[in-house]
T-cell receptor, first 114, second 111 residues
Framework: DSGVTQTPKHLITATGQRVTLRCSPR?????VYWYQQSLDQGLQFLIQ???????AKGNILERFSAQQFPDLHSELNLSSLELGDSALYFC?????????????FGPGTRLTVL | LAKTTQPISMDSYEGQEVNITCSHN???????ITWYQQFPSQGPRFIIQ???TKVTNEVASLFIPADRKSSTLSLPRVSLSDTAVYYC????????????FGGGTRLMVKP
């Protein structure tokens, strides 16, 4: 158990809908990262937040957005969903702002868009 | 864009040493190279990290040549429980130093 929690575990929705994925980092960790894992694209870095502020951006679509709240939990919002957004979404956390520090991954949220 | 490439799969037997190489021909100068392990239906788990030369911890070694255009993860005496997918993670200069995972190497350890 990494100490990172993600909810929900599974999510099934329809095209065009909007969903919110939630992540709670390990106790004391200030950085939260979001990743997408799909069969065709592999593991892709989406975005990093550090202590409430956006720190680094990856391959995040404009339809996607994220935020980190004062209690350090984070949410990833996916809107206007397409079939191709079906994937595993992982959240990870680390102790400081350095992108390359050891990250602790949550169990993931499996999103299925029908 | 520079690509971070790994062999798609490897087979080994229990007790053997396994070496998995990742090619990253244009990584960020000041950034580390990190390797993760992933089991089915789980998030990746940190294995080892290094900047140059050789790093060793209780589970693996990481070899990085001077030009840092590749790195090799070495797993000594693998067991069945080492069957997993292994990923390298680097900062890709051509993508603005964005965190970039290799495609992953699926290691199958046989008895």
């Amino acid at each position: 158990d990494s100490g990172v929690t993600q909810t929900p575990k599974h999510l099934i929705t329809a095209t065009g809908q909007r969903v919110t994925l939630r992540c709670s980092p390990r106790s004391g960790d200030l950085s939260v990262y979001w990743y997408q894992q799909s069969l065709d694209q592999g593991l892709q870095f989406l975005i990093q937040y550090y202590n409430g502020e956006e720190r680094a951006k990856g391959n995040i679509l404009e339809r996607f957005s994220a935020q980190q709240f004062p209690d350090l939990h984070s949410e990833l919002n996916l809107s206007s969903l397409e079939l191709g957004d079906s994937a595993l979404y992982f959240c990870a956390s680390s102790g400081d702002r350095n992108l390359y520090n050891e990250q602790f991954f949550g169990p993931g949220t499996r999103l299925t868009v029908l | 864009l520079a690509k971070t490439t790994q062999p798609i799969s490897m087979d080994s037997y229990e007790g053997q040493e396994v070496n998995i190489t990742c090619s990253h021909n244009n990584i960020a100068t000041n950034d580390y190279i990190t390797w993760y392990q992933q089991f089915p239906s789980q998030g990746p788990r940190f294995i080892i990290q290094g900047y140059k030369t050789k790093v060793t911890n209780e589970v693996a070694s990481l070899f990085i040549p001077a030009d840092r255009k590749s790195s090799t993860l070495s797993l000594p005496r693998v067991s069945l429980s080492d069957t997993a997918v292994y990923y390298c993670l680097v900062g890709d200069v051509d993508a603005g130093n964005m965190l970039t995972f290799g495609g992953g190497t699926r290691l199958m350890v046989k008895p």
